[in-house]
């Protein structure tokens, strides 16, 4: 696997913005699913023959509305979609997932992300419909998304990939509560995270559509290449629950100075 490199690692608290600190290789567990397909949202059936319940892995994923500066044609509802960037996939209904995604210089990871799929329709507060339809084959990777956990999560790593608007991407909400923490824009291919303390729901938001996007004439997509959960220290996860959710390689962090 390819280097990293990561523009960010902050904490995000109930009312604290603080330092992140290096994260062991042997307690990270994450939330992605492990094969490729369709995550099956709360709000919207799935498209895919291979449809992923979350449910059995603590959490659930709703997609919700979003509209930027009235930004016309309105934006659906966007799904949701595990994908491993080094392998090509057509899920149909429009949607075409190439290895190398349009516009941008991503490597090609041994992972499996999560990337939202962004519809252009009529209305900005419904579901994808007969009249909708993804944006770029698919490719367009913007959405707001709310996770709900099962059990409380004392600390989650969101890693996010290539931002590249300023203050778009980021957490617009920990468990019910508005927390706007966005991210600054990156160079092509960026990697930047947050991480948040005790959380129960989040809310995300991936991307920016045009025309007031870096990238006017389509948006700025981005995706999640890690939502992990870590354990406190000296907390040792059970290896039912690493074999569940599997486990990534994060690496050492590197820290940088206090936001707020």
């Given at each position: 696997m390819r280097k990293r490199t990561l523009l960010a690692n902050t904490i995000v608290g109930t009312t604290l913005v603080s330092l992140a600190s290096g994260i062991s290789t042997a307690q990270a567990a994450s939330f992605i699913p492990q094969k490729e397909g369709e995550i099956k949202l709360t709000n919207i059936g799935c498209i895919a023959d291979t449809?992923?319940?979350?449910?059995?892995?603590?959490?659930?994923?709703?997609?919700?509305?979003?509209?930027?500066?009235?930004?016309?044609?309105?934006?659906?509802?966007?799904?949701?979609?595990?994908?491993?960037?080094?392998?090509?996939?057509?899920?149909?209904?429009?949607?075409?997932?190439?290895?190398?995604?349009?516009?941008?210089?991503?490597?090609?990871?041994?992972?499996?992300?999560?990337?939202?799929?962004?519809?252009?329709?009529?209305?900005?507060?419904?579901?994808?419909?007969?009249?909708?339809?993804?944006?770029?084959?698919?490719?367009?990777?913007?959405?707001?998304?709310?996770?709900?956990?099962?059990?409380?999560?004392?600390?989650?790593?969101?890693?996010?990939?290539?931002?590249?608007?300023?203050?778009?991407?980021?957490i617009l909400a920990v468990n019910g509560t508005p927390i706007t923490q966005l991210l600054d824009a990156g160079p092509d291919g960026n990697f930047q995270t947050l991480t948040v303390k005790n959380v129960n729901s989040l809310v995300l938001q991936l991307g920016n559509p045009g025309p007031n996007s870096t990238f006017k004439s389509t948006g700025d997509g981005v995706s999640l290449a890690q939502v992990t959960s870590v354990p406190e220290p000296g907390v040792n996860a059970s290896l039912g629950v690493l074999a569940m959710f599997g486990i990534f390689g994060l690496g050492q962090r590197k820290k940088v100075a206090k936001l707020g």
């Open positions: 449809c992923i319940d979350t449910t059995s892995m603590g959490y659930t994923i709703t997609s919700l509305a979003y509209d930027f500066d009235s930004y016309k044609p309105q934006m659906g509802l966007s799904r949701l979609f595990v994908d491993k960037r080094a392998t090509d996939n057509d899920w149909g209904f429009g949607i075409k997932f190439k290895q190398q995604d349009a516009g941008t210089n991503n490597p090609d990871f041994e992972e499996y992300w999560l990337r939202p799929v962004a519809y252009r329709g009529k209305n900005a507060d419904s579901a994808p419909t007969v009249s909708s339809r993804p944006a770029e084959n698919g490719q367009l990777e913007i959405g707001r998304f709310q996770f709900d956990f099962a059990q409380t999560v004392s600390e989650l790593l969101i890693e996010f990939f290539d931002v590249e608007d300023d203050q778009r991407t980021g």
